[in-house]
Nanobody
Framework: QVQVAESGGGLVQAGGSLRLSCSVS????????MGWYRQAPGKQRELVAT???????NSATSVKGRFTISRDNTNNTVLLQMNSLKPEDTGVYYC???????????WGKGTLVTVSS
């Protein structure tokens, strides 16, 4: 079994920063893509940022220049540094990982990020 565990969510004022962390453990040979997704209240889940095993990143236009994704392949962890947070960044943030490119097989339960104005 594979476990995906997120941490680091919380309440922050607009303009502040948070860092989300995710660890993938269990019986998994190699992780290809890792990423972060979020779901705001009343909205569909959307991509925030992804990163390949080689370190290539992709992020939503709304977070470019503010959020940075990084990963540690040795420890199967992925981080999301979020700066200059806005109220519209509020939502449940999910970590995901996949054994093939562009496919996320494993998901965490999510961590809540709340940005107050």
């Amino acid at each position: 079994q594979v476990q995906v565990a997120e941490s680091g969510g919380g309440l922050v004022q607009a303009g502040g920063s948070l860092r989300l962390s995710c660890s993938v453990s269990g019986t998994i040979f190699s992780i290809a893509d890792m990423g972060w997704y979020r779901q705001a209240p009343g909205k569909q889940r959307e991509l925030v940022a992804t990163i390949t095993r080689a370190g290539d990143t992709n992020s939503a236009t709304s977070v470019k220049g503010r959020f940075t994704i990084s990963r540690d392949n040795t420890n199967n962890t992925v981080l999301l540094q979020m700066n200059s947070l806005k109220p519209e960044d509020t939502g449940v943030y999910y970590c995901a990982a996949g054994v093939m490119q562009n496919v996320m097989n494993y998901w965490g339960k999510g961590t809540l990020v709340t940005v107050s104005s």
